[in-house]
């Protein structure tokens, strides 16, 4: 079955240190693979999608991501956190163009000062 | 860009009571729609897929007498919870796939999300 893995849970960073968030899916084609971000109580923000072509791609708020297909995988990666990224980050997979998107179950991040 | 709207964003009910939530493209025209729940804490699942003037097609373990959808028009779809109960209680969030170009993105376009608590 089509699916997606977001291994940890919880990572905690300090502030101004760098940050990757892992993403892997199963899947025998390339997919449609995006990452989101939720603030508690709101919506998703699109932070990156990736569709084909060059495999790094960058987001908003500094963040960036790569497709690694040999991997399976689409990490999130930032240089420098701050404060204001704590959040829950969602990696999510579509597999056809316009089919419903399947998300991993979440990485939640803090922050420390 | 492509917005989607829902409303309301925050409802209180009564147990027993049903409550209609919309989901609303408005700037694109959405020819189908998914409506996904979060329970606290955790991931999106999917509920159902809605396409424009046909019947809505439920995942598994998801009760459609219960979770009314309607997909009435190429802008807007409706989640309609019947006889709520406070185990309904979650955040649903409906997002819409658009026509032409911005549909062949693979894409979906999500709304803000309505959180429904049933008393």
């Known amino acids: 079955a089509q699916s997606v893995t977001q291994p940890d849970i919880h990572i905690t960073v300090s502030e101004g240190a760098s940050l990757e968030l892992r993403c892997n899916y199963s899947?025998?084609?390339?997919?449609?693979l995006f990452w989101y971000v939720q603030s508690p109580g709101q919506g998703l923000q699109l932070l990156l999608k990736?569709?084909?072509?060059?495999?790094l791609v960058q987001g908003i708020k500094g963040f960036e991501a790569e497709f690694k297909r040999s991997q399976s995988s689409f990490n999130l990666r930032k240089p420098s956190v701050h404060w204001s990224d704590a959040a829950e980050y969602f990696c999510?997979?579509?597999?056809?163009?316009?089919?419903?998107?399947?998300f991993g179950k979440g990485t939640t991040l803090s922050v420390s000062s | 860009g492509a917005v989607v709207s829902q409303h309301p964003s925050r409802v209180i009910c009564k147990s027993g009571t049903s409550v209609k939530i919309e989901c609303r493209s408005l700037?694109?025209?959405?020819?189908?729609m998914f409506w996904y729940r979060q329970f606290p804490k955790q991931s999106l699942m999917l509920m159902a897929t809605?396409?424009?003037?046909?019947?809505?097609?439920?995942e598994q373990g998801v009760e459609k007498d219960k979770f009314l959808i309607n997909h009435a028009s190429l802008t807007l779809s409706t989640l309609t919870v019947t006889s709520a109960h406070p185990e309904d209680s979650s955040f649903y969030i409906c997002?819409?796939?658009?026509?032409?170009?911005?549909?062949?993105?693979?894409?979906?376009?999500f709304g803000e999300g309505s959180r429904l608590t049933v008393l």
């Open positions: 999510a997979v579509g597999y056809q163009a316009g089919t419903a998107l399947i």
């Open positions: 997002s819409a796939r658009g026509t032409g170009d911005i549909g062949n993105t693979g894409e979906l376009f």
């Open positions: 990736y569709f084909s072509g060059d495999t």
């Open positions: 700037d694109f025209q959405a020819t189908t």
């Open positions: 899947y025998g084609a390339t997919p449609y």
């Open positions: 809605s396409n424009e003037g046909s019947k809505a097609t439920y």
